[in-house]
Nanobody, 114 residues
Framework: VQLVESGGGLVQAGGSLRLSCLAS????????MGWYRQAPGKQRELVAT???????NYADSVKGRFTISGDNAKNTVNLQMNSLKPEDTAVYYC?????????WGQGTQVTVSS
């Protein structure tokens, strides 16, 4: 499974961004997909996940601000990020769990200025 992220950029605090992850396979058959992020000097951390059945899970730090969703027709998983904070600044990675293997995208930079 190949994953390509897009939608990152620079935004002011309080603003919004929408990240997209395009998968090379139908996301309908992928067990689960998710977004993780890694800030400079920190470990990669979970942001949000979604299963093929549509169940979602969020890190406490983004609950109520971020929404993960899947678009089966476009083989895309999106992450809508609202009310962004400077501490959301990181490289955001998409991943997919399929066939007992975890796949990762190359990442997209999100920078939130104060």
């Amino acid at each position: 499974v190949q994953l390509v992220e897009s939608g990152g950029g620079l935004v002011q605090a309080g603003g919004s961004l929408r990240l997209s992850c395009l998968a090379s396979r139908s996301i309908f058959i992928i067990n689960a997909m998710g977004w993780y992020r890694q800030a400079p000097g920190k470990q990669r951390e979970l942001v949000a996940t979604i299963t093929s059945g549509g169940n979602t899970n969020y890190a406490d730090s983004v609950k109520g601000r971020f929404t993960i969703s899947g678009d089966n027709a476009k083989n895309t998983v999106n992450l809508q990020m609202n009310s962004l904070k400077p501490e959301d600044t990181a490289v955001y990675y998409c991943n997919a769990f399929f066939g007992n293997t975890l796949y990762w995208g190359q990442g997209t930079q999100v920078t939130v200025s104060s």
